[in-house]
C-alpha cells in the first residue's frame, strides 16, 4: 500500500538546514532555522537550564508517567508567565505538549472538534507551519492582510477590515509578540482594536506565542496575550518554552484553553483527551526544568537574566544591520530592521534575489527573505550588509 505514497513538499525552513550543512564555502551565513546563535555561532545551554538539570539528575527517583496533561506544576508556572495576573488560574485549563507546535497542532484539532467548520483566519503571512498543518488538518484557511511591503510594517487597516469578516464559531490567529516571520507587530493601542474588533464579530482568538522575551521583554511580549486573555469570552494560546529557554530539542510547550461558557472538568478533560490520542504522555524533562526554574528565586533571576542578554544582542545586532546598511545604501530604507523586534525580520525582497545572495554570498534566509537575527553576529553582519547592498535589493 505504500507504493500509493507521493513526495511531501519539503519544509522550506528545515531544507535550508541542509543546504547550509551541505554547502562548503568556509564563508557563509545561516540565517534560517530559528534558533538563537552566540557570538561564537553555538546555541549554548543557558546556565539556568544546566543548573536544573543537575540537580534533577541527583533528585529524581523515577521516570514512570506524570500525567496526560503534564504536571500541573508545569502548568501553573506556564500560565503566570504568560498570562500573569490577567486571568484566574481555575479559568484556565492547561496542557503540556511536545514544544509550540504541539500546542499548535493540539489547539487546531481542538477547533476542528469543537466546530468542523471552523474557519482559521492567518495572517499574511504566517509562520508557514501554520499553513500546512491547517492544510493537512482540511480545516478552511483564510489569510488576513498583516505585512506592509511597502513600509515593512503591520498594515492595520486592511488588518481590521479583514477581521471584520470573522464570525462566531471563526478563529483567527495572533502572533502574541514577534511576529514570524516579518518581524512587524502590533502597538498596543492596535492590539485593543484588534480586541474590540473581535469582540464585535464574536470570532475566537487564538495566540501563538513562542518568542516572549526576545522582542521588549518577558512582560511587555506577554502584554497583548494577557489583554485578551483578560477580555475576551474565549481564546487559545499555544506557548513554547523552545528559544527563551533554549530547549529547542527538549519539546516543551503548553495549550492554554480559557472557555467561559464550558464546565471546567469538560474544558480540561477534553485536553487531556486529546494529548492521548496523540501522543498520550506528553514529554517531561524539559517541562520540568522550566517548572523549577521559575518557582526557584535564584534560578529564575539567572535565566531572566541571560535570557535578556540574549534579547539586548538581537537587538544591538538590529542596530548594527541597520546602521551598516545605512552607510553602505546612503538611505534610511533599511531603517525598518532596527524598529522589528525577535528573531526575524523580512528584508522584503523576491525570491530570486534571496536566491542570489544565498549564491554569491553564502546568505542562507528563507525564501521568503526571512533573515533570522539571532543567527548573525558582530563579524557577520557586515558581510550581510555587502551581500544585500551589492545584489542590488
Ligand atoms: C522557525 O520558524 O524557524 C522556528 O519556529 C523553527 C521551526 O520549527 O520552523
Not at 492590539?191 to 516572549?212: C, F, N, R, S
Amino acid at each position: 500500500m505504500f507504493e500509493h505514497l507521493s513526495a511531501q513538499k519539503p519544509d522550506a525552513i528545515l531544507q535550508l538546514v541542509q543546504m547550509y550543512r551541505d554547502d562548503p564555502r568556509d564563508q557563509k551565513v545561516d540565517l534560517g532555522v530559528g534558533v538563537y546563535k552566540d557570538a561564537t555561532g553555538n546555541t549554548p545551554v543557558m546556565r539556568a537550564i544546566k543548573a536544573a538539570e543537575q540537580h534533577l539528575w541527583q533528585a529524581e527517583t523515577t521516570k514512570t508517567y506524570v500525567g496526560l496533561a503534564g504536571d500541573p506544576a508545569f502548568s501553573d508556572a506556564m500560565i503566570k508567565l504568560v498570562l500573569g495576573d490577567s486571568i484566574a488560574r481555575d479559568k484556565v485549563a492547561a496542557a503540556a505538549t511536545p514544544g509550540g507546535t504541539g500546542a499548535v497542532r493540539q489547539a487546531f484539532e481542538l477547533i476542528q472538534m469543537s466546530n468542523p467548520n471552523a474557519r482559521v483566519f492567518v495572517s499574511n503571512p504566517t509562520w508557514p507551519n501554520h499553513l500546512s498543518i491547517l492544510s493537512y488538518l482540511g480545516i478552511e484557511t483564510v489569510l488576513y492582510r498583516y505585512f506592509d511591503d511597502a513600509t515593512r510594517g503591520v498594515d492595520f487597516d486592511g488588518m481590521i477590515e479583514d477581521l471584520k469578516s470573522t464570525k462566531p464559531g471563526d478563529v483567527v490567529l495572533l502572533h502574541g509578540c514577534c511576529h514570524n516571520p516579518t518581524g512587524a507587530n502590533l502597538t498596543m493601542p492596535q492590539w485593543h482594536e484588534v480586541i474590540k474588533t473581535l469582540q464585535d464579530t464574536g470570532a475566537t482568538p487564538m495566540i501563538d506565542i513562542a518568542y516572549q522575551g526576545f522582542g521588549d521583554g518577558l512582560d511587555e511580549d506577554a502584554a497583548a496575550t494577557r489583554a485578551v486573555a483578560a477580555v475576551v469570552p474565549e481564546c487559545l494560546i499555544a506557548a513554547s518554552c523552545s528559544k527563551n529557554f533554549g530547549i529547542y530539542r527538549e519539546r516543551t510547550g503548553i495549550m492554554m484553553m480559557v472557555a467561559n461558557g464550558t464546565d471546567k472538568g469538560i474544558a480540561q478533560g477534553t485536553l487531556a483527551f486529546l494529548n492521548r490520542q496523540n501522543f498520550s504522555f506528553p514529554p517531561d524533562h524539559g517541562a520540568r526544568l522550566v517548572t523549577m526554574i521559575l518557582n526557584d528565586d535564584a534560578l529564575r533571576a539567572d535565566w531572566q537574566a541571560e535570557l535578556e542578554e540574549v534579547r539586548l544582542s538581537m537587538l544591538s545586532l538590529r542596530e548594527q544591520l541597520a546602521r551598516e546598511l545605512q552607510q553602505r545604501a546612503g538611505s534610511d530604507r533599511f531603517g525598518f530592521l532596527a524598529q522589528h523586534r525577535g528573531m526575524f525580520s523580512r528584508l522584503g525582497t523576491t525570491p530570486e534575489m534571496v536566491k542570489k545572495m544565498r549564491e554569491d554570498h553564502g546568505i542562507y534566509m528563507v525564501g521568503d527573505s526571512r533573515m533570522n537575527i539571532a543567527g548573525l553576529n558582530a563579524q557577520t553582519v557586515p558581510i550581510l550588509a555587502d551581500a544585500i547592498v551589492q545584489s542590488g535589493v
